[in-house]
Each structure stands twice: as structure tokens, then as C-alpha cells.
């Protein structure tokens, strides 16, 4: 289950991060040392595996620098679930916070989804099968021979039939055949499929939240009987809906409920962000210093390892990777409760963005915001590039905008890039027809962005 680890080394792992994410080689080091140490410990002697606890990470750095983007290409990196929670969140419900093991209960969840689509793309042919049968059977009904039971075809395709039966299973045939060719799509055939048979709880008691809610739903459903419908739709659409149901009917939960308890325990990530919103920055015992405390210390037994009863099983959270985050402008690490601190034992401060880093930023990453707008305007038959001297422009007034406002890293791209091209956006396809090319250059940039520089008044622009 963690043959993606097995097979990436720390440098290769650090190569796939640079894919994405520029500079912070420090932050990528430790992250990919810590994920390779996932594969270690299974292969370890068994005497020991249990032993070995995960390195968690805190990461520090001002926002938009990449920590979130680090943790989040990592658990894909090695197809491990994944999920994000901001510690502020649980300050919101009350005095001691939102459930915390509700992070662990997202977890899992995830893990189910990512092993049930796994097997339910192994079992892809066999249910697509069944979903032409459905479909064959609600075009061309199915009859049987004149003794109750099928009789065998005459070996003449050519030669006319003896019996309705023979009729109708060459029929089938070359509609079954129409089928696989695609020729029948549009055409509109009813089908039954299954319908959720209890209507959604609207209200909420105290101290549950949505998740605790969603449990209790899908409880009650599944002692419900189960109902169909019958609709009517194209053969495409049937194809959907019919595979989507005949795949889970070919999956078993058992096992997919094992191997993703498995597959969280030892390869799951959570990503805790904001903590430094829950960190006390004065030593005074009042106020709501004494919140984010009680928030800490329930953040600590599922850190520091604990079981987790959810709806699958129950969870050990011993060897789940915690990768935590804050910017720290107020409140230190050291505010932090000491017990808190000792459980991320590495530390990591991520570098503040340089000019160079933007430039960097647009041009090389495989999701580089240029990409996407490049991306966005081919759908529309239009052809975008940009020159290099236009995003050394770009970045230049980006880093300017950065430095002088409010530092916001490189989600300061998505505004400059956003207020350079809405015009081209909105003039396309009326003004600016299928076929043109348009060429960003330095003063296109300088035209369209002079008022983000000369403007010193820059608060519609911060984000």
C-alpha cells in the first residue's frame, strides 16, 4: 500500500515537489524525508515498526509562501489521504472548540473515497458489462426459447430465423453492437436506479457538528429499505448512473473499510493550519488566551497518538504524519504549551518571496497561473503568450505591491494577473474572434498595471 513511497527516493520526491512549488528547499527536504520515513518504518524489523513515531513538521511563514501547497502535493506525491483543518476553526463552537477528532474523521473518510474509487476502477470492465446488459435488456427486452429455457441459434447468420427467439437475439446482437459503437446515445430508454430513501435532519443538537450529523443520516438510511425509481434518460446518461451503481454493488465494504483504516494509519496526513492563532501571545491566564489553550490541549492526545472511534473503526493516530502551519507574526512557537511543541520536533521557516521567486512562479510550475490563462483562452480558439521581459514585469509589480501593502506572497499573482487580463477575458469571443493571438509584452504590462504602482492607496487590491 505505499508502493508510490517505495519507489521515490527523497531527492526524487524533492524533484516532484520543484514541479509545483519554487524555492523552500528546506521545507521540501524535511517533507520528503518524513514521507520516505513512512516506507522505512514498514520495512523495518517488526520488533521495532510500532516504535517508530512520524517526525511531525511545523511549518513557518508568512501566507501565500507555499506551506499549504507543500503538504497538499506531498500526500498526492504519495497517494496518500489527505486532509486540511484550521485549528482556529475549533474556537468557534464554544469554550473548548469543534470535536478535534472530527480531523481524524475526515481522514478516514477520505481514505475510504480514494480506496473505493481504486476498486471500483478494478472491477470498471466487469460492471461496464453488466451496464450494457441493463441497457440492452430496457432497448430489446429479453425472450426465452419455446421450453422455458434458451435454444441454440442456427451457425447462418444469413439464414432467416426459426423462432421469435432466435429473432430476438439477433436483434440484441446488433444492437448490442450499436451500443459499443456509440450510435444509440441521444436515444432515450427508462431505466430504475436507486433512491435515497430518508430526507435529509435539518436541525442540529448541541455540541454535534455536520460530520456527527451525516453519521446519523447515513445510520438511519442504511436500516431503511432500499427504493428505486424509474427514470428516463439517454443510454450516455444511463451509462453513468448504472456504473456508478453496479461497481459499489461488486466492491466489498469490509475490505475497502480495512484498507483504508490501514492506508490512514500509516500513510494519512493531516495538515493542521493557523496554529499560531491558537497559541497564547501573553502569559495572562484570561480571556480568550484560556480558549485557545483548552484547544491546544485537545489538539494533544490526537497528536501525541490516541484511538478514534469513527463510523469504519477505530483509529490509531500513532503513525499519521502531522504537518502544522502559521505565519507566527503575533504569537511565537514558543507560546505554543510545551507538551504541543515537543510533538513537532522539526521546525521549518519558509523564506519570504523574492522578485526573482514571482518570475519564477509564472513561468516554470506546471500549474503556473500563465498556464492556466493560457489554458482558459485556448477553449475559446485563442491563442495567449507571453513575452519573459512582460513577467519579469509582472513580478516586479507584484513584489512592489507585496512590499508596500500588505505581504500576501503569491496569491498576489492571482489580483495582478486578474486585473491585466479581465479586458482581454471579457472581450473575448465578441471582440476578439476564434484564431488571434495575443502577445503579453512589457508594455502591455506597464499600460494596463501603471495604476497598481503609481497608486499608493491600494486597499481595493488587497486580498
Known amino acids: 500500500m505505499l508502493d508510490n513511497i517505495a519507489s521515490l527516493t527523497p531527492a526524487q520526491i524533492v524533484a516532484e515537489l520543484d514541479k509545483y512549488i519554487i524555492g523552500q528547499k528546506d521545507a521540501k527536504r524535511n517533507v520528503a524525508i518524513a514521507l520516505r520515513n513512512r516506507w522505512r518504518r514498514m520495512n523495518a524489523d517488526k520488533s521495532i515498526q510500532s516504535d517508530i513515531v512520524p517526525n511531525n513538521i511545523l511549518m513557518i511563514g508568512a501566507t501565500g509562501v507555499g506551506k499549504t501547497e507543500i503538504a497538499r502535493r506531498l500526500a498526492k506525491i504519495a497517494d496518500a489521504p489527505f486532509t486540511k483543518v484550521e485549528a482556529s476553526k475549533f474556537t468557534e463552537v464554544g469554550y473548548v472548540g469543534r470535536d478535534v477528532e472530527s480531523m481524524v474523521r475526515d481522514l478516514v473518510e477520505q481514505s475510504v473515497n480514494m480506496v473505493k474509487q481504486k476498486k471500483k476502477e478494478e472491477v470498471k470492465q466487469k460492471a461496464a458489462e453488466m451496464v450494457e446488459d441493463i441497457i440492452l435488456d430496457a432497448l430489446i427486452p429479453p425472450i426465452q426459447g419455446r421450453s422455458g429455457m434458451p435454444v441454440s ?14 429473432l430476438n437475439e439477433r436483434t440484441r446482437e446488433k444492437f448490442r453492437e450499436k451500443i459499443r459503437n456509440g450510435e444509440l446515445e441521444d436515444r432515450k430508454i427508462e431505466i430504475r436506479i436507486q433512491q435515497s430513501s430518508m430526507p435529509g435532519i435539518g436541525a442540529m443538537g448541541p455540541g454535534m457538528d455536520e460530520a456527527s450529523m451525516m453519521n446519523i443520516q447515513e445510520m438511519i438510511s442504511g436500516m431503511m429499505p432500499k427504493k428505486t425509481k424509474k427514470r428516463k434518460v439517454t443510454i450516455a446518461e444511463a451509462r453513468k448512473l448504472l456504473l456508478e451503481e453496479e461497481a459499489s454493488k461488486l466492491i466489498d465494504m469490509d ?7 490501514f492506508k490512514a494509519e500509516n500513510s494519512g496526513v493531516i495538515f493542521i493550519d493557523e496554529i499560531d492563532k491558537v ?26 497518538g490516541s484511538t478514534v472511534n469513527t463510523k469504519y473503526g477505530i483509529i490509531n493516530t500513532d503513525h499519521i504524519l502531522f504537518i502544522a502551519a502559521g505565519a507566527f507574526h503575533v504569537a511565537k512557537p514558543s507560546d505554543l504549551i510545551p507538551e504541543l511543541q515537543g510533538r513537532f520536533p522539526i521546525r521549518v521557516e519558509l523564506d519570504s518571496l523574492t522578485k526573482d521567486d514571482f518570475y519564477q512562479i509564472l513561468k516554470f510550475p506546471k500549474n503556473a497561473l500563465t498556464k492556466q490563462y493560457e489554458a482558459l483562452l485556448s477553449a475559446e480558439e485563442v491563442e495567449l503568450t507571453f513575452h519573459d521581459e512582460a513577467l519579469d514585469e509582472i513580478a516586479s509589480i507584484a513584489y512592489e505591491v507585496n512590499t508596500e501593502v500588505e505581504n500576501i506572497g503569491a496569491r498576489r499573482l492571482h489580483t495582478v494577473m486578474s486585473r491585466l487580463l479581465n479586458d482581454i477575458l471579457f472581450d473575448v469571443p465578441d471582440k476578439i474572434g476564434a484564431n488571434a493571438h495575443i502577445l503579453v509584452d512589457r508594455a502591455m504590462v506597464q499600460e494596463k498595471l501603471s ?3 503609481k497608486n499608493r492607496d491600494l486597499s481595493q487590491y488587497i486580498l
Open 279 to 304: 497559541a497564547s501571545s501573553s502569559k495572562k491566564g484570561g480571556g480568550p488566551d484560556v480558549s485557545r489553550e483548552g484547544v491546544q490541549r485537545d489538539l494533544l492526545p490526537i497528536v501525541e
Open 451 to 453: 495604476g497598481m504602482v
Open 153 to 166: 441459434t442456427t451457425s447462418d447468420p444469413n439464414a432467416m430465423p426459426d423462432n421469435d427467439y432466435e
Open 255 to 261: 475490505e475497502v473499510k480495512e484498507e483504508a483504516i
